[in-house]
């Protein structure tokens, strides 16, 4: 779970983003710039990262601020699930990554497994919409909403691509060192059970 002065920073940061967004009178304005500022400063104190890169992340938005969103794509085979190496931590996740404007969530992982593992799929079903900030992943800074849809492969052959560099399908007795950022193993062990339990209901949150 996120620490509290993550949550405070985040909330902080959501409320000067909306203020800056609707404001018309300069010293509100005023006020949530400084506001913006302070979250920028609590997570500059807690993390140690530099301010420039704090205020490249916070600050690079505009509009009402909402939950990113996440989508993982989760394709069973012989009783294993599909997971690439990320070449960002050297760990394995899911396939997937955050949702492109203009794109669906079924078209967003048809194209995110593609690029990370060479296989072709077709969505089959909706498994899971979770909170990132109700499962213990690591601290961050934003706030996401994570989706797992099911696919079957249709094509393709194993490749890596820009961001990958490996891809293997994993027994849900020997779950490889996970990239917690992007996926825990609480969760691929819930996923486990919509191969075991192929009429499982949707869960959320």
């Given at each position: ?50 301010m ?41 996740s ?8 203009g ?17 072709v ?85």
């Amino acid at each position: 779970m996120s620490t509290k002065w993550l949550e405070w920073a985040k909330r902080i940061q959501a409320i000067s983003q909306s203020g800056l967004t609707f404001s018309k009178d300069m010293y509100d304005i005023e006020r949530y710039e400084e506001l913006r500022m302070i979250s920028a400063e609590i997570m500059e104190e807690h993390t140690g990262v530099e301010m420039q890169k704090i205020k490249d992340l916070f600050m690079n938005e505009t509009g009402y601020q909402t939950p990113k969103v996440d989508v993982r794509g989760v394709v069973f085979k012989d009783n294993k699930i599909l997971m690439v190496k990320e070449n960002m931590d050297n760990r394995w996740s899911l396939p997937g990554g955050f949702c492109d404007i203009g794109l669906s969530p079924s078209e967003n992982i048809i194209k995110e497994i593609k690029e990370e593992s060479g296989y072709v799929v077709v969505p089959t079903k909706l498994l899971a919409l979770f909170d990132k900030n109700k499962h213990p992943h690591p601290p961050q800074p934003y706030h996401y909403y994570k989706v797992f849809i099911q696919c079957e492969i249709v094509g393709g052959i194993p490749a890596t691509g820009i961001e990958t560099s490996g891809i293997q399908f994993f027994s849900e007795n020997n779950i490889p060192d996970l990239s917690e950022d992007r996926v825990i193993e609480s969760q691929i062990k819930t996923l486990f059970e919509f191969s075991r339990a192929p009429d499982k209901e949707t869960l959320f949150d």
